[in-house]
């Protein structure tokens, strides 16, 4: 198994642009997890999904970031428009059903300059 | 709400002796998992040890144990003949049993092993 595949690893972007971060789950996981890891902050839940369906978006910080699972093999964390503020690891981790243990991926760290 | 704290933002110990650190949080529910996770240099996230909180009994795998004492919510991690290859920031996290998916994580405490 491959685990749980984000990408890209680093991205450097440029303030006022857009950014996509991407996830793909372990296969036959049903729940995606997307958190952000600053340190000040530390490592904070933004949304998690459900089959597909997101289930609490309460962590995401605001209506810049969203995020979108179209499909059981693929979700997207995006910031439009992206501030140096957002600078940090972002991190998508994902289980089965009825298991308690999640699955992390690598991490994207994000610059905001 | 449950919050999660680690007191103690540094520490090291030497190769071959043994270290505890420690977690507090704080909840009303009565069921509930506690994680201790490892984060290297690499950023991976590595699941050390788990503790379910109607389990009495401490869990233990290999150099790594848990000190859970649920009436003062308190659960420490002990790592034994510690190794050059625990060094890494390492992470206390709890999760509600009954509908819980979401983790709250400590602020993390730095493990340094000097040889």
């Known amino acids: 198994d491959a685990g749980v595949i984000q990408s890209p690893r680093h991205e450097v972007t440029e303030m006022g642009q857009e950014v996509t971060l991407r996830c793909k789950p372990i296969?036959?996981?049903?729940?995606l997890f997307w958190y952000r890891q600053t340190m000040m902050r530390g490592l904070e839940l933004l949304i998690y999904f459900n089959n597909n369906v997101p289930i609490d978006d309460s962590g995401m910080p605001e209506d810049r970031f969203s995020a979108k699972m179209p499909n059981a093999s693929f979700s997207t964390l995006k910031i439009q428009p992206s501030e140096p503020r957002d600078s940090a690891v972002y991190f998508c981790?994902?289980?089965?059903?009825?298991?308690?243990?999640?699955?992390f991926g690598p991490g994207t760290r994000l610059t905001v300059l | 709400a449950q919050t999660v704290t680690q007191s103690q933002p540094e520490m090291s110990v030497q190769e071959a002796e043994t270290v505890t650190l420690s977690c507090t949080y704080d909840?009303?529910?009565?069921?509930?998992?506690l994680f201790w996770y490892k984060q290297p240099p690499s950023r991976q996230m590595i699941l050390v040890i788990r503790q379910e909180a109607y389990k009495q009994q401490n869990a233990t795998e290999n150099r790594f144990s848990v000190n859970f004492q649920k009436a003062a919510k308190s659960f420490s991690l002990k790592i034994s003949d510690s190794q050059l290859g625990d060094t890494a920031m390492y992470f206390c996290a709890f999760m509600k049993h009954e509908g819980g998916n979401d983790m709250r994580f400590g602020a993390g405490t730095r493990l340094t092993v000097k040889p």
């Open positions: 981790a994902s289980k089965g059903g009825g298991l308690w243990e999640q699955f």
């Open positions: 296969s036959g996981h049903d729940y």
């Open positions: 909840t009303s529910e009565n069921n509930y998992y």
